[in-house]
């Protein structure tokens, strides 16, 4: 079982920056894929960033550009940035950890085990 953080988030003001973090509790981070996911009112749950241990990474077309997905092993934390964050960023982010690689782009909820509650972020126009 690997207990999984998020922190950060709140009330963003559309243009402006936040950064969400994510820390789990396992002492094999290290060799897991980080995720995010967010999911607004009435919508599906759908993929934000991905980031290898190899430091690969990947993002959804809606925050390339804008978001970036970071890590530090040292402290079994993963990071989103959001930067210019838009009204339609505003969701439920969830942090989800991928222990054993599945496939190239793990970018479906089914490719993770493990699952943070969720933080909410709100950005206001």
């Known amino acids: 079982q690997v207990d999984v953080v998020e922190s950060g988030g709140g009330l963003v003001q559309a243009g402006d920056s936040s950064r969400l973090s994510c820390s789990a509790s396992s002492p094999l981070f290290i060799e897991y894929t980080l995720g995010w996911f967010r999911q607004a009112p009435g919508k599906e749950r759908e993929f934000v960033a991905f980031?290898?241990?190899?430091?690969?990474?990947g993002f959804a077309d809606s925050v390339k550009g804008r978001f970036d997905i970071s890590r530090d092993d040292s402290k079994k934390t993963a990071y989103l940035q959001m930067n210019d964050v838009k009204a339609e960023d505003t969701a439920v982010y969830f942090c989800?950890?991928?222990?054993?690689?599945?496939?190239?782009?793990?970018?479906?909820?089914?490719?993770?085990?493990?699952w943070g509650q969720g933080i909410q972020v709100t950005v206001s126009s």
């Open positions: 989800a950890i991928e222990t054993a690689m599945v496939g190239s782009r793990p970018t479906v909820a089914s490719d993770y085990d493990y």
């Open positions: 980031i290898r241990y190899s430091g690969t990474k």
